[in-house]
Structures are given as structure tokens and as C-alpha cells.
């Protein structure tokens, strides 16, 4: 059986999906961009159609639609498929961000719930990428946790460059459970960030539904080539440590009294493991499609991050804690 994805947006970051995808024989690629003369250069890269609007591009059915177009524009892009009526939507991270990704909004999270429930309504399945899911560390990470029995979580803490923000946010969701309640603060000075021009470093207490606490910073004031994140799990009987994208991991057993590190070869760069990841995290959403099964990372997870951020905001404005569900209900 063939699968047939279409693909919305034909940028950069579209290229680190179709170099896996094309490797798999039985998909069948079709593009649009508002710009054809990039759709033509991605086909005349990987193979497919090239198509001249969305309807042409849902014309034939596809069993999937990649939505890898900016996020500022994702919104309107995704309100106009919806209205086509296609079986399956894929979206890039975060799901909307009209500002960019370094500042999300309120609205953001809004617009977000309303594509989604939009495309539930519709019987539209929805996915996101997340491809941090996929890191070689934090599948050895969840292994870890599953085989060693660690506990419930107890407590996190998360120091994240803005270009990971969105990434950590979910990894803390997905590793730590939903977040309740999130009191925080921003400097006092603003700086540009990720072609974002006023955007200030962040500082929040997070408590989560089932009683772990713990701390994110949110900041650009850290080297790129240096690493760009470090977060601390901590479970009732252990605890773990990931440090950017190809970092060690650090694993501590309190029941075995077991301390060790699991490293990557070190030819790996950051790089190799962060394109190997889009692979893994595309190759895992179109088995999903051939077994006819739920996406590997829903869209829902999405919508959790932008309710995460939308919290976080409020909060901020308010200067007070914000209640997470109650004010923000998904």
C-alpha cells in the first residue's frame, strides 16, 4: 500500500522530514507553497507533484498533510485545510506562535484550542512533531525510568535557550506530568532573541497535577555552540539528567545505588543527532499511518505547550499564580 503526504511549506525546515520520507518507497509526495518556484526545487530534490492551491493538493485524498509552514502563519494555513476536509494534519512546533516561537501569546493558545477542536469536530486526526521526543537520550531516558521503577515525579528543574523552549516545555509535560498551577517572573530588560526584538528572560515555579514542583528559566542569554539546555528529573527512588541535544546522560538509582552515564559515540555531533531526529520522529508517524494506530505525539501536545506558555504569560502580566486548567481549559 502507498501512502500519499502532501506537504505544506517547502522552507528549510521542510528538508529535514523529506530526506527520510523520500527513502521510503511506498510515499508518494505532493507540495504546495505560496512561492511555486520553491515547491518545484523540493520536488525536483526529493520527487512528487508540485500543486497549484491546497485543494489541488488535497485533491487526491492524501493519508496525511505536513503543515511545516512558519508558525506565524500556521493559523490561517491550518483554517484554510480544515476547510478542504483532509483525513490528517501534521503540524511543526509550536502549533501557532503569530509572533514567533520566542513569544507566544495568550491568543496563540487560544487559536491553537480552536484549530483543534475545529478538526475534532471534523473528525480530523492531528499530530505534532516534537522531535526532541526522539533524541537517542531521551529514549534512553524513558527506558530507564520504566525499567528501574523510579517512582512518581517529585520535583524538575530546567535551564532552556529560547531555540529549545517549546522542545523542554513538552519534554517536562511529557516526562513530568500536566502542569496545575505556574507563578513567574521576567527581567527588568528586554533584548532581541530568534528575530523576535523585545524578548526578556523568564523564571517560573511550576506545580504539576499529581504534586511535583520544580523550576524553568527561559533565556537567550546562552551561548549557541555551547549547550542549550539542562533538565533534572527527580523521581521518589532516582533521578535524571539530559544536557542539550547530544549531551550525556546521567542516571541515578537512590534503590540500587546506581550512578552512571550513557554517552553518545563521539563522532555524533549535535547536529547529526538533531537532523537524525526529524527521521525518526516522520518515520514513526508514517508507520503509524500504515498500522492504521494513534500518532506517536498527539496534537494535543501541542496544545499543552501553548496552554503551558499561555499560563506563563498571564502569570506574568498579573503577577500572580495562574491555575492552569481552570483559566486555560484545553
Not at 90 to 114: C, H, I, M, N, S
Not at 128 to 140: G, I
Request: net charge negative; charged share 20%.
Amino acid at each position: 500500500m502507498s501512502l500519499k503526504i502532501a506537504v505544506v511549506g517547502t522552507g528549510k525546515v521542510a528538508a529535514n522530514y523529506l530526506t527520510a520520507m523520500a527513502k521510503n518507497d511506498d510515499v508518494a509526495l505532493s507540495y504546495y507553497n505560496r512561492t511555486r518556484a520553491k515547491a518545484e526545487a523540493t520536488a525536483a530534490q526529493f520527487g512528487g507533484r508540485v500543486a497549484d492551491s491546497l485543494a489541488d493538493l488535497l485533491a487526491d485524498d492524501p493519508d496525511g498533510v505536513l503543515v511545516l509552514t512558519a508558525e506565524t502563519v500556521r493559523y490561517q494555513i491550518a483554517q484554510e485545510l480544515l476547510a478542504l476536509g483532509p483525513r490528517r494534519l501534521f503540524f511543526e512546533k509550536p502549533l501557532v506562535a503569530q509572533r514567533g516561537q520566542a513569544d507566544v501569546t495568550e491568543d496563540d493558545f487560544a487559536k491553537g484550542r480552536e484549530l483543534l477542536n475545529s478538526a475534532h469536530a471534523a473528525g480530523v486526526e492531528t499530530a505534532m512533531v516534537f522531535n526532541y521526543r526522539f533524541f537517542a537520550q531521551t529514549q534512553k531516558a524513558r527506558a530507564l525510568i520504566a525499567e528501574y521503577d523510579l517512582g512518581r515525579p517529585v520535583h524538575f528543574t530546567a535551564l532552556v535557550h529560547y531555540a529549545c523552549w517549546s522542545h523542554c516545555i513538552d519534554l517536562l509535560l511529557w516526562f513530568m506530568g500536566e502542569a496545575a498551577t505556574i507563578t513567574a517572573l521576567e527581567s527588568a530588560e528586554a533584548g532581541p532573541c530568534m528575530g523576535s526584538e523585545n524578548v526578556r528572560n523568564v523564571t517560573a515555579a511550576v506545580q504539576m497535577a499529581n504534586g511535583a514542583g520544580g523550576a524553568i528559566i527561559g533565556t537567550c542569554a546562552m551561548d549557541f555552540n555551547l549547550p542549550l539546555y539542562e533538565l533534572t528529573l527527580c523521581f521518589e527512588r532516582g533521578r535524571i539528567s539530559m544536557r542539550d541535544l547530544d549531551g550525556d546522560l546521567e542516571f541515578i538509582d537512590y534503590g540500587r545505588g546506581r550512578h552512571e552515564v550513557h554517552a553518545l559515540s563521539r563522532n555524533v555531533s549535535r547536529w547529526d543527532q538533531y537532523r537524525a531526529s526529524f527521521g525518526k520522529s516522520i518515520n514513526a508517524y508514517l508507520e503509524s499511518l500504515r498500522q492504521g494506530g494513534p500518532p506517536p505525539v498527539p496534537g494535543m501536545a501541542g496544545l499543552q505547550e501553548l496552554q503551558f506558555e499561555a499560563a506563563l504569560k498571564r502569570s506574568i502580566a498579573q503577577g500572580r499564580p495562574v491555575d492552569v486548567a481552570r483559566e486555560f481549559a484545553v
